[in-house]
């Protein structure tokens, strides 16, 4: 069946197409694409919080606690900042530092190619950078994983020190880094800790994060009003507020706006925009990578 839709002409052959076709096509005819990723991205581009990755690297954090994901483990309350501090430097490291290039994000650049496009996302690692994104297009709303903050967010103020972490991996022992590696901060001497947002404490947002916050929302008021595509890939609803939940309100407040949603789960979407509404749910790296044509 035809979707009734006056501004999208894809639409009228969405039948007839795979969804590899019908996504590369839609991309192709939107004045703007507003891309939101989520964790599912980085899991399809084999950057997952389980299984082996998470087992190889951390099998003493395993045995002690009982943890059953990486993400699990990094929101942990360690004993004290010796051990936070050895589970983060690897951990960082490892989603950040020395993150490989991600298949699925190559595929994803490519066919942005010459597009009006810019991306927000929930995820905290370095999968864009790795990927040659231009990073002036990136907004990580969530902070990074390469980025240290005060625990007491005393001062809006980040601080990254790569060298450190590569010497708190090398030289800690039965995870705990040695006492003169734990970073401290300059302002009040409370120890640091990595630049994520919690549901508890928010997290410290400084003058890059403002920076990237402030070209998505111009993009957005530059766009606003267009076709726009709203994609939203490997997005779940743990923190729905930040990415999904707007996605939607401004599809809402669009008509000739579109929201496509690549996730394999089904969730629940709004009443007023499933005209509006794509769903593709096959998988996400497959789909990526097909619709590149290669």
């Known amino acids: 069946m035809q979707r009734e839709n006056n501004y999208w002409q894809t639409l009228t052959k969405e039948s007839s197409l795979s969804q590899a076709e019908l996504l590369k096509e839609l991309v192709d005819e939107a004045e703007a694409v507003v891309i939101g990723i989520g964790a599912g991205m980085s899991a399809a581009a084999g950057f997952t919080y389980v299984g082996k990755r998470f087992t190889d690297a951390f099998p003493d954090f395993i045995s002690k606690y009982r943890f059953f994901d990486m993400l699990q483990a990094s929101l942990f309350e360690y004993e004290d900042v010796q051990e936070y501090w050895a589970f983060q430097s690897r951990f960082s490291l490892l989603n950040f530092f020395d993150q490989p290039v991600g298949q699925a994000y190559i595929d994803l650049r490519e066919m942005l190619t010459a597009k009006n496009y810019h991306i927000i996302t929930t995820n905290a690692d370095n999968a864009f950078y790795a990927a040659k994104y231009d990073m002036d297009k990136v907004f990580r709303i969530q902070g990074e994983y390469g980025l240290w903050q005060c625990v007491n967010h005393c001062h ?20 705990k880094v040695p006492k003169e590696l734990v970073p401290y901060c300059p302002e009040c001497g409370a120890p640091l800790e990595v630049n994520k947002r919690t549901v508890e404490k928010g997290m410290v947002e400084d003058a890059h994060f403002h920076e990237q916050k402030n070209r998505y929302e111009q993009f957005l008021h530059e766009n606003n009003g267009k076709k726009v595509l709203f994609l939203e890939i490997g ?39 499933r005209p509006q509404t794509i769903r593709l749910d096959e998988d996400i790296a497959e789909v990526l990578h097909t619709a590149t044509g290669k």
């Open 156 to 175: 809006q103020q980040t601080y990254q020190d790569e060298a450190l972490i590569r010497e708190m991996v090398e030289k800690q022992v039965h995870m």
């Open 235 to 273: 997005i779940g609803h743990t923190t729905p507020q930040l990415i999904k939940h707007p996605f939607q309100q401004m599809t809402e407040e669009n008509e000739k706006a579109l929201f496509v949603t690549m996730n394999q789960k089904d969730y629940f979407i709004p009443q007023s925009i």
